[in-house]
């Protein structure tokens, strides 16, 4: 795993030590190793910048940017099944002086073209230079497991892992795309392709970026989607056979995940997703497999009890990572630097803490994320599979009128319910899912915490809503089922610009490489054709995946509500943090800026603290934004 960046400079202005610079602040992505590659043509100067963190080949044979012939490479990723794609390029006569997956991508380019990234089982960001053709390509992972920026403007290109990147190259222009910040108030991040400064963008997952530097055109061009798996018909296997398949890939996909020449180790939550990736892995393997669960107890964040009981059934070597509420607060302020990209996530802060301690037993963690997406394990699925048609049929008029007496209500008031996992912030959400519950409306409604309406009165100027995942219409009608239709969408916005970016920049902090077995993309494009029953059957979510995990762990282990890294926000924002938002989110500020309306932000602000609690979440996106301001607008 690594860190890159670099540019296209058709002015011809960009030197080496621009580079340089750009790569200085992903050391943390890449601390063991830098590498820089000026090349300069009749029409432009490429630079190419690295930051290295061994996992493969770790001797200079695997040191990027790395030149084969006319192709230059700058990378960040793995590609799992390097070494089957080596043993055939070996058989086609090339010859390798190392043992690194960056010099097998080389070849395959060599021998293949753009079209051998179709071969590749991994995770990555990488960008080729074509001197011969003159062509350059940014090419992103099917998931979007690797972040890809670039930026646009004044015959300059620039493209990184991380925004923070751009702001040391001196032709940078910082300016703020108003509309990103309304996309990130409603959804806690900025959806892709979008991104928080004007003419800058993220390569779309399962995408490339092809530049021909003689014409300077651009085309983003597709090379794999995950509709095109839904829209397949449904599978005609037995659920048995199913089960049997499903596990065969799964465990290829874990296997695959432990190639390297570094210490390997597995976040256990102690929940069915991580469970199961423990489980096919240990039960395959000699030596035990190192665990790793964190805990922060003063907030009742916990899974601690639950991973144990796990690890000590599948005998694992397991560790127990125990942090103080004040830890966890400490990290507040570090936030903005690592996510350089308002993201309001607040399981960022236990990610990031489970990664540091990790880190110092292993360089390379294992996470089971895209287990909800792929196999239906969110409660939204289940909410709109008991209630969606329901609730169509109660009448606009009862709906409203519940509405009416929710608002009336503070969710802090409601004895029993308020004290449950994540409910303040469901209550809010419950509001505008009753105001329109179509299909549609519900997965917009529990993925927004502000409506396109509220966005009027929040933003002090008018604003264009983004194109972003949540419009798409690619799912066949006939194909179309409420299940596969929001777990498509999860797996393109949710998954993508959450959670994806928070184990990314959670991991890097760290410097440990952050691996998804989970989200190989063999297992999508199999689960997608799998009849839904398959997936969610009497209540059951995850059904295929349960019952392959029950074969390994008890059911009694592993039956207990989804816990989630939940943080008490309401509380910190009613005491530790009370001080940060009285600092960052007052009135001279908000006006100076002029992007808020500062009446909206002072009555959500009075009210949260006048007992609102369901406001949380809301004035937590406004500390998040405005602590990134401070960071990357004011300085």
Same mark, same amino acid.
């Given at each position: 795993m690594c860190g890159i960046a670099g540019f296209i400079d058709f002015n011809k202005k960009s030197t080496e030590l621009n580079v340089k610079s750009m790569i200085e602040p992903l050391t943390h992505r890449g601390p063991d190793g830098e590498g820089t590659l000026l090349l300069n043509n009749d029409h432009s100067i490429i630079g190419l910048g690295h930051k290295r963190l061994s996992i493969i080949d770790l001797s200079s044979n695997g040191k990027q940017p790395m030149s084969f012939g006319h192709l230059h490479l700058t990378y960040n990723g793995e590609i799992y099944n390097f070494q089957e794609i080596k043993n055939e390029l070996v058989a086609l006569g090339h010859s390798f002086s190392g043992e690194s997956d960056t010099e097998m991508i080389l070849h395959a380019y060599l021998e293949w073209g753009i079209k051998a990234i179709e071969k590749f089982i991994g995770m990555f960001a990488i960008v080729i230079f074509d001197e011969k053709q003159n062509e350059l390509f940014l090419i992103r992972d099917r998931a979007g497991?690797?972040?890809?920026?670039?930026?646009?403007?004044?015959?300059?290109?620039?493209?990184?892992s991380e925004l923070k990147a751009f702001h040391k190259h001196p032709h940078f222009e910082k300016e703020l795309d108003l509309n990103a910040v309304a996309a990130y108030m409603q959804y806690g991040n900025v959806p892709t392709p979008h991104c928080i400064f004007k003419n800058c963008q993220k390569v779309y997952p399962g995408h490339y970026l092809k530049i021909e530097l003689n014409l300077k055109n651009q085309e983003q061009i597709q090379y794999w989607n995950v509709y095109d798996y839904y829209n397949k018909p449904k599978s005609k296997i037995s659920y048995k056979e199913a089960k049997i398949k499903t596990e065969q890939i799964l465990l290829s996909a874990c296997k695959y995940r432990m190639v390297a020449d570094v210490p390997v180790g597995i976040f256990l939550s102690g929940g069915y997703d991580s469970s199961t990736v423990s489980?096919?892995?240990?039960?395959?393997?000699?030596?035990?497999? +190192?665990?790793?669960?964190?805990?922060?107890?003063?907030i009742g964040l916990n899974e601690a009890p639950y991973a144990k009981d796990i690890a000590s059934h599948l005998g694992t070597d397991h560790y127990e990572i125990n942090c103080s509420e004040q830890e966890a607060i400490e990290m507040v302020k570090d936030l903005p630097f690592y996510y350089d990209e308002p993201f309001a996530d607040s399981s960022a802060i236990p990610t990031t803490l489970v990664s540091k301690m990790a880190r110092k037993e292993v360089t390379v963690a294992l996470s089971a994320d895209g287990g909800d997406e792929i196999f239906g394990g969110y409660n939204r699925y289940d909410f709109m599979l008991r209630y969606g048609k329901k609730l169509n049929t109660v009448p606009y008029f009862l709906r409203q009128f519940i509405v009416t007496i929710m608002n009336?209500?503070?969710?802090?008031? =409601?004895?029993? =319910? +308020?004290?449950?996992?994540?409910?303040?912030?469901?209550?809010?959400?419950?509001?505008?899912? =009753?105001?329109?519950?179509?299909?549609?409306?519900?997965?917009?409604? =529990?993925?927004?915490?502000?409506?396109?309406?509220? #966005? +009027?009165?929040?933003?002090?100027?008018?604003? *264009?809503? %983004?194109?972003?995942?949540?419009?798409?219409?690619?799912?066949?009608?006939?194909?179309?089922?409420?299940?596969?239709? #929001? #777990? *498509?969408?999860?797996?393109?916005?949710?998954? %993508?610009?959450?959670?994806?970016?928070?184990?990314?920049? *959670?991991?890097?902090?760290?410097?440990?490489?952050?691996?998804?077995? #989970?989200?190989?993309?063999?297992?999508?494009?199999?689960?997608?054709?799998?009849?839904?029953?398959?997936?969610?059957?009497?209540?059951? +979510?995850?059904?295929? %995946?349960?019952?392959?995990?029950?074969?390994?762990?008890p059911k009694e282990l592993l039956d207990r509500p989804k816990m989630g890294f939940a943080i008490p926000i309401a509380s910190w924002l009613n005491n530790h943090l009370k001080e940060y938002v009285q600092h960052y989110i007052n009135k001279e500020k908000i006006i100076r800026q002029g992007i808020f309306q500062w009446d909206f932000v002072v009555k959500l602000k009075s009210d949260f603290y006048r007992g609102r609690k369901e406001y949380d979440t809301k004035l937590w996106y406004f500390l998040m934004f405005q602590m990134w301001y401070d960071k990357w607008m004011n300085n």
């Open positions: 497991v690797k972040p890809l920026f670039y930026y646009c403007k004044n015959n300059l290109i620039l493209f990184t489980a096919l892995l240990q039960s395959n393997s000699a030596a035990k497999l +190192k665990t790793f669960t964190i805990g922060v107890p003063d009336s209500i503070s969710s802090d008031k =409601l004895p029993i =319910l +308020k004290n449950k996992y994540n409910f303040h912030n469901r209550y809010e959400k419950l509001k505008t899912v =009753l105001k329109d519950p179509s299909e549609k409306e519900i997965m917009l409604s =529990l993925s927004q915490q502000f409506t396109d309406e509220q #966005m +009027k009165n929040i933003m002090f100027k008018d604003t *264009a809503i %983004l194109n972003n995942m949540f419009q798409s219409d690619e799912l066949q009608k006939h194909r179309k089922s409420p299940l596969s239709y #929001m #777990m *498509a969408i999860d797996f393109q916005t949710y998954l %993508l610009d959450d959670i994806l970016q928070k184990v990314d920049r *959670a991991t890097m902090t760290h410097s440990l490489e952050g691996r998804e077995p #989970m989200l190989d993309h063999r297992i999508l494009e199999f689960a997608a054709q799998l009849p839904d029953s398959f997936k969610y059957y009497k209540g059951i +979510k995850k059904r295929i %995946l349960k019952d392959i995990t029950h074969q390994y762990i």
